[in-house]
């Protein structure tokens, strides 16, 4: 028989349909918020000084001598001045500054103590004292046992605080006036020693006049 060939069935062209879905994000909105801060700065007024008392109040016057100023309101002071003239000073707190006294002439004086804010002035705050002076002892020899009364005469010794005799203080002492002081001496060594006298205004100087020996 007669062979017949079947031809095969031709292929159907396959079709691919690919999707693309694109998102696009919503538009996003940034606010800022801005805030202004005000700040009232109130400025409290430095306070006056007020002086209280000096101490010590009196002082020799060669100057020199450190007095401590009590009182209020010595933050921030600018100036100290002990009778009209300027004072070097520490200021160790609100209520305490350290002076020392400058030269001046004796008598009292008027302390004054400033600031920005104002000044206080202590009238008669402080007193300048003439040195001590010995021109002669009633008396200038006495036993090394002491007990000798000695009258002292010189200047300047009201408030005379001490009598020696060489390194010894006096058995005892009276100051009778400005010009004579009564003394009673101290056991001491065979010798001459010289008798000085110690006030606010500093100590005597040594002089013949002020020789005393024990014997």
Do not use: C
């Not at 801060?37 to 000096?54: D, E, H, K, Q, R």
């Not at 921030?76 to 000073?89: D, K, L, M």
């Not at 300047?156 to 009778?176: E, I, K, R």
């Not at 100590?203 to 002020?210: E, G, K, N, Q």
Request: aromatic share 6%; net charge negative; proline share 7%.
């Amino acid at each position: 028989g007669k062979q017949v060939k079947i031809a095969p069935l031709p292929t159907r062209p396959t079709t691919t349909t690919t999707t693309t879905t694109t998102t696009t994000a919503a538009p996003t909105t940034s606010t800022t918020s801005s805030t202004t801060s005000s700040t009232t700065s109130t400025t409290v007024p430095m306070a006056s000084p007020s002086i209280s008392f000096v101490n010590p109040d009196e002082g020799p016057t060669a100057g020199g001598q450190a007095t401590v100023i009590t009182g209020t309101g010595f933050t921030g002071t600018t100036a100290v001045t002990i009778a009209g003239t300027s004072a070097s000073f520490t200021i160790d707190s609100d209520t305490q500054i350290t002076a020392t006294t400058p030269a001046h002439a004796a008598g009292a004086v008027a302390v004054a103590v400033a600031n920005p804010s104002g000044t206080d002035t202590f009238n008669g705050g402080y007193t300048y004292v003439s040195m001590p002076t010995i021109s002669g002892l009633s008396v200038s020899t006495g036993p090394v046992s002491g007990g000798t009364t000695v009258i002292i005469t010189g200047t300047n010794l009201t408030g005379v605080g001490s009598v020696d005799f060489g390194p010894t203080a006096a058995a005892s002492f009276t100051v009778t006036s400005a010009t004579q002081i009564t003394a009673v001496s101290p056991a001491g060594a065979a010798g001459a020693v010289n008798v000085r006298v110690t006030s606010w205004g500093g100590t005597s100087d040594v002089s013949l006049a002020d020789e005393f020996t024990y014997v």
